[in-house]
């Protein structure tokens, strides 16, 4: 036994949101930070864009780009930089200090620690890979500062 194939049309049919008769669109507007959407046959859309005509006259445009570059700027200010969240760079900076290794309390962790993090758990040469790099960091430590040209010129 075959069995039939029924079809579904579906049908949206806008209404005036004033008035109750047939709209012809849906507008959408924003006031005070607020977005609205109604719809309106076209002689009550006319009406609205005409009602905001002055106002949108004297205005100027707000656009996606300036949304964007506020929520750039949060996202700046609230990241490390490195894709890390704060806590995961403060128990890295943790790790570091107690397995000896230089790290700085603020700024940017230098990749050599970071290496040695993302191995400790990693491989078994972990701990081996964490000893150079602790000698590394004391032995660039120790090494005088270089002058400047300008200053050893300037000095002779």
């Not at 006031?31 to 006259?57: C, V």
């Not at 000896?100 to 290496?115: A, K, N, Q």
Request: charged share 25%; no cysteine; hydrophobic share 35%.
């Amino acid at each position: 036994m075959e069995t039939a194939k029924m079809a579904q049309i579906t049908q949206v049919t806008l209404v005036d949101d004033l008035d109750g008769g047939e709209a012809a669109e849906s507008v959408t507007f924003s006031l005070d930070g607020k977005t609205y959407e109604i719809d309106l046959s076209e002689q009550h859309a006319a009406a609205l864009r005409d009602a905001f005509a002055p106002f949108i006259g004297g205005a100027r445009r707000a656009g996606n780009a300036a949304k964007v570059g506020s929520q750039q700027r949060m996202s700046t200010v609230r990241s490390t930089g490195s894709g890390r969240s704060r806590g995961e760079t403060a128990a890295i900076r943790e790790w570091a200090n107690a397995n000896g290794l230089d790290v700085s309390t603020r700024g940017r962790i230098s990749s050599t620690v970071l290496e040695a993090y993302e191995n400790r758990t990693t491989s078994p040469v972990a701990e081996a890979v964490a000893e150079p790099v602790a000698e590394v960091a004391v032995e660039a430590q120790s090494k005088p500062k270089r002058r400047t040209r300008k200053k050893a010129n300037a000095d002779a």
